[in-house]
Structures are given as structure tokens and as C-alpha cells.
């Protein structure tokens, strides 16, 4: 059975960033009812069950049994952002992950730049993700939809913004740039970011699902 997590923080905790109407509404409703689509469709399915939520986003896609996929994918998808949120201002990133952030685009504010660049210019639905390659090489990456790192385990995802207007237009309106601003400056877990490199460096476990 694939379970909604707990929000890592309270529904208040990123006002006025992200307000306690636009988080709760997010979590408790459109998160909520990805996990339980996955869960209908794999009764449907019948006999053993996928191990994690992992396991089924690849079956999805191996299968291209879009409807399980898109519903798994964006539960997946969640449960990661809700790590890259943090109710403290962080100060941007630091250590090893801002050095091979600073090798690929130059100095951390030209890649401030381009995240709110990049996930402005993003057509439609989806998502940006910050991720790092085997070799510890990082990059920007805008999806859509759906789409989501956990579907080939090519890359490891270090950090999200949802870039669905779900995710900010009770507070933004029709303002992305200003919410990736804001997401950049005020609201971004980059000490998640920086455990998940280190983990990438290391050959250690990156973040998994709550079973």
C-alpha cells in the first residue's frame, strides 16, 4: 500500500512564501489523490505488488501504462518536493554541491538566474529539478508533466520546484518567476540538496519514498 507522507513541517510554517491555504490544498488534496489512484489501479492489477513506490514508477514506465505512471510519478514527484521545502531561508548552497554548482554555470547567482529563467520559460505543467550525474557534474533539468528522475534512475535528483500552477497560484497568481524567486531565496532545502549530493559522491542511498 503506498501511503501519503506527513508534511515534513506545519501547514503554516512557509507563510508568507507558500501560505498554509496553498500547502494544505496541495498535500491533503492533490497529493493525496495520486496515492490513491496508485493504490486503486494496482488492486486492479492484481497479484504481487511492486516493493516501493520507486519499484512501480519504473514498472510504469517499462510498461508504458501511462495512467499508473503519471499518478505514481507525481506521488513520487511530491513526496520529493516536500523535502526541498524548508520553513528556514537557507542562504542558498554551500560546501561541495555550490562548488560543482558554480563549475557548471559560472557562480551561483548566474545559476540563481537561470533557474528562475528556466522555470519561467517552462511551457505548461511540470517540473525543475536540480540533479547530479554519476560523476558528480550537475544540471538544471525542466520536465514535463509527469516526468520525473525516479523513472531511470540516470541521475539523482537533488532538489524540485513544482512548477504545476497548483503549487502557487493562490499566492502568486499567474507570477512564476516571482515564485522561483522566492522558492530560491526563501524556501529551498538545500541542506536536502547537499545530503543528496553527498550521498551521489559517496555511493550511499539517496532519498527514498516513505513505505
Known amino acids: 500500500m503506498i501511503r501519503l507522507p506527513d508534511l515534513p513541517f506545519s501547514a503554516d510554517a512557509l507563510a508568507p512564501s507558500m501560505s498554509a491555504t496553498t500547502l494544505t490544498t496541495h498535500h491533503d488534496k492533490h497529493h493525496a489523490a495520486y496515492v490513491k489512484k496508485v493504490n486503486g489501479f494496482l488492486d486492479e492489477r492484481g497479484g504481487e505488488r511492486p516493493s516501493s513506490l520507486e519499484a512501480v514508477v519504473r514498472l510504469a514506465a517499462k510498461e508504458n501504462d501511462r495512467k499508473l505512471f503519471n499518478n505514481a510519478a507525481q506521488a513520487w514527484n511530491h513526496g520529493f518536493f516536500w523535502q526541498s521545502l524548508t520553513p528556514e531561508a537557507q542562504q542558498g548552497p554551500s560546501g561541495a554541491l555550490s ?39 550537475v544540471e538544471l533539468k525542466d520536465t ?68
Open 99 to 137: 562548488r560543482a554548482i558554480e563549475k557548471k554555470f559560472g557562480s551561483l547567482d548566474a545559476f540563481a538566474e537561470q533557474f528562475a529563467t528556466q522555470g519561467e520559460g517552462h511551457f505548461g505543467s511540470g517540473w525543475l529539478w536540480l540533479v547530479a550525474n554519476s560523476d558528480g557534474g
Open 144 to 211: 514535463h508533466d509527469a516526468a520525473t528522475p525516479a523513472a531511470d534512475g540516470q541521475v539523482t535528483p537533488l532538489l524540485t520546484c513544482d512548477l504545476w500552477e497548483h503549487a502557487y497560484y493562490l499566492d502568486y497568481k499567474n507570477e512564476r518567476r516571482r515564485f522561483l524567486e522566492t522558492f530560491y531565496a526563501k524556501l529551498a532545502n538545500w541542506r536536502f540538496a547537499e545530503s543528496q549530493y553527498e550521498a551521489v559522491r559517496s555511493g550511499s542511498s539517496a532519498w527514498t519514498y516513505p513505505k
